[in-house]
């Protein structure tokens, strides 16, 4: 089971981390991604962080400002969002594959519940 928390409201600029717990699992042994969704579009791959070796690729919207991290002692997964923008509203979702590097939303099989960031202007 996964969940993701952290979201709020917060000034364009400005900053937020999202978690995402696992439990029943050992997060580092699943490769984790980070998708968000806007009323009326399609859930959109933000980042994710391969299994074991930990590599991060990130969409090209929030590269450079976003940073997947995994806290393994903690079975934590972290999504560190800067300088962020109005456009980076959403709701943020945390999934799990066995698989490895992978974009698609549907190959994930473990979804965590959704979290709001809101981002004022």
């Known amino acids: 089971q996964l969940q993701a928390y952290g979201g709020g409201l917060v000034q364009a600029g400005g900053s937020l981390r999202l978690s995402c717990a696992a439990s029943g699992r050992t997060i580092s042994t699943y490769t984790v991604g980070w998708f968000r969704q806007t009323p009326g579009k399609e859930r959109e791959f933000v980042g994710t962080?391969?299994?074991?070796?930990?590599?991060?690729y990130y969409a090209d919207s929030v590269k450079g400002r976003f940073i997947i991290s995994r806290d393994n002692a903690k079975n934590m997964v972290y999504l560190q969002m800067n300088s962020l923008k109005p456009e980076d509203t959403a709701v943020y979702y945390c999934?799990?594959?066995?698989?490895?590097?992978?974009?698609?939303?549907?190959?994930?099989?473990?979804w965590g519940q959704g979290t709001l960031v809101t981002v004022s202007s």
């Open positions: 962080i391969i299994r074991s070796v930990g590599s991060t």
């Open positions: 999934a799990a594959t066995a698989r490895g590097y992978t974009l698609a939303d549907r190959l994930y099989d473990y």
